[in-house]
């Protein structure tokens, strides 16, 4: 309890002093020096409201003399201390360095922050630095200050090849955010790591500022790559893969170099892998849909899948951009017309609409899906019927649902005489 109560007037001492502005005197700067030792001690207390309180106060004291203090900690400590000095100094930088103007980078660093982060970078660059070291330096460089990783590409290219998990995986995210400012050796190393069938999946370090300060430890687990296929369910043994192909994409991979690889992961077990390979496809082209067609189609015919939750999802661009993605198939439509139709028949208000607006971007290529159009137009009519029994919101969405309908007939019905190519062979 004694030990307790001395570092909380600690804590309240440092507050005090937070916004001090003026240089200080010798012996200031030493009380500052004992301030951030006895601050480091209390982010690795055993209480959480202490480890809080630490947090804080190393975030948001601009005059504290924290970041080489957290800096030298992240490069010599245990991992559980040198994770939370991590996410202390990724705080403490993003908290007084964020840049008020939306169109710039999102923080901007002084001079003495990117001096003081060269130990950081240092550590990048060697190949003998704990894997686990390693990966926190790149997350503290990819959280503030990505577009300096392009002076690591060599290292992160080294990285790609050793096949090592958590080296690879930071390797790989870092020359995704690059794209093609990493170069064509990064892209032959990104194709290399494809072919590697006996490379293990991904494993990462779990970041996040209040798992690594509330919880007394730091937990080790699989990493995905939710952000890209932004759905939860992707299975990290596939996340790996679509993360390579997508950076490979990024820095102009071809189909040619790309197909085999997706072509796999277009015909996955999990759905929301399928459908990002088939997003990744239609990226390249004409060749690619033909590819993503049939898988998307499989997609569609399950209404439990990732793709049809999006169709019918209440938010608009989650919707917009199902229906962009299955449009984007454009000329190579043919797998997904028909169970497209047999989606007008859905319970689903929303899902019939998307299933009609897509239809219509597709124009004549759906031509074949007229009869079922024509039959959701008269059902949306009787719904639409000022003399029905529903609510004047519910009536306006229906309004909305038959204009939607009416108005993909005419595009599909307009482009009737329209030559479609032949569906490629499968």
């Known amino acids: 309890m004694t030990r307790h109560l001395t570092i909380a007037l600690l804590l309240a001492g440092c507050a005090v002093s937070a916004h001090a502005q003026e240089p200080l005197p010798a012996d200031e700067a030493a009380k500052q020096e004992r301030r951030v030792t006895l601050l480091l001690e209390a982010l690795h207390n055993d209480d959480e409201s202490i480890r809080g309180e630490a947090f ?130 990064a892209k032959t190393a990104l194709l290399a790591a494809i072919l590697q069938s006996s490379r293990p999946p991904f494993v990462g370090v779990y970041m996040r500022y209040n798992r690594t300060i509330e919880r007394n430890d730091v937990a080790f687990t699989a990493d995905i790559w939710a952000p890209i296929a932004n759905s939860p369910e992707l299975k990290y043994f596939a996340a790996d893969e679509l993360l390579i192909t997508d950076a490979a994409l990024r ?39 033909r590819i993503a067609d049939p898988s998307l189609a499989a997609l569609l015919r399950y209404r439990r899948s990732s793709l049809v939750r999006r169709l019918a999802d209440e938010n608009g661009p989650t919707r917009e951009s199902a229906i962009d993605l299955l449009a984007g198939l454009d000329g190579a439509a043919h797998y997904v017309i028909m169970p497209l139709a047999a989606l007008l028949d859905s319970s689903e208000d929303r899902l019939r609409q998307s299933a009609a607006i897509t239809l219509g971007r597709l124009g004549g290529a759906a031509r074949d899906a007229l009869p079922a159009l024509r039959r959701a137009i008269e059902m949306e009519s009787l719904i639409a019927d000022n003399n029905a029994v529903v609510s004047p919101e519910s009536l306006d969405r229906a309004k909305e649902r038959l204009a939607d309908m009416q108005a993909a007939l005419q595009a599909i019905e307009s482009g009737e005489s329209t030559d479609e190519p032949a569906p490629a062979e499968q």
């Open 251 to 289: 820095m102009g991979a071809s189909f040619a170099e790309l197909r085999r690889p997706l072509t796999v992961l277009a015909n996955h077990e999990n759905d929301s892998v399928r459908l990002q390979a088939d997003t990744q496809l239609l990226r390249l082209g004409t060749a690619g849909a």
């Open 56 to 185: 804080r106060l190393l975030q948001q004291n601009d005059s504290l003399p924290a970041t080489p203090r957290l800096v030298e900690t992240l490069r010599t400590a245990d991992l559980p201390t040198a994770s939370r000095a991590a996410s202390a100094v990724v705080a403490r930088l993003d908290f007084l360095r964020r840049n008020p103007d939306p169109q710039g980078p999102r923080l901007v660093l002084t001079d003495e922050d990117q001096t003081q982060l060269q130990p950081v970078h240092e550590m990048i660059d060697r190949n003998d630095v704990e894997r686990w070291r390693w990966y926190l330096a790149m997350w503290v460089v990819e959280q503030v200050d990505a577009a300096s990783f392009a002076r690591h590409v060599p290292a992160l290219i080294d990285a790609v090849y050793t096949a090592e998990p958590m080296r690879q995986y930071a390797a790989v995210r870092a020359l995704h955010m690059l794209g093609e400012e990493a170069g064509g050796e």
